[in-house]
């Protein structure tokens, strides 16, 4: 098997197999959180269609020392008080 190490030294793009994920997470998001998170789905306002903030995760978190990080994203969804 083929490191991500041997796979950059050739100079190649490691694969991207969390992107799709995302994007169903993504569209999916109501049924998501309804499925793995109940007790949090019910205090959301689903009337409002969530907003994606990954631009905004990206300047809070960005490239350091440590090296590359990946940001992931962030959907801001209106909470019923």
């Known amino acids: 098997m083929i490191t991500r190490k041997q796979i950059k030294k050739r100079g190649q793009k490691p ?3 969390d992107s799709a994920w995302k994007d ?3 569209e999916h998001f ?3 959180l309804e499925f793995f ?3 949090i789905h ?3 306002d689903f009337s409002r ?3 994606i903030l990954s631009n905004e ?3 809070i978190i960005p490239s350091g020392k ?3 990080r990946r940001a992931e994203r962030i959907l801001l969804s209106a909470v019923g008080v």
Do not use: N, Q
């Open 37 to 39: 998170f109940p007790h």
């Open 24 to 26: 169903i997470i993504e």
């Open 30 to 32: 109501e049924r998501y």
């Open 66 to 68: 440590v090296g590359k």
């Open 49 to 51: 269609k969530p907003e």
């Open 57 to 59: 995760l990206r300047r």
């Open 42 to 44: 019910k205090d959301i």
């Open 15 to 17: 694969p991207d197999y």
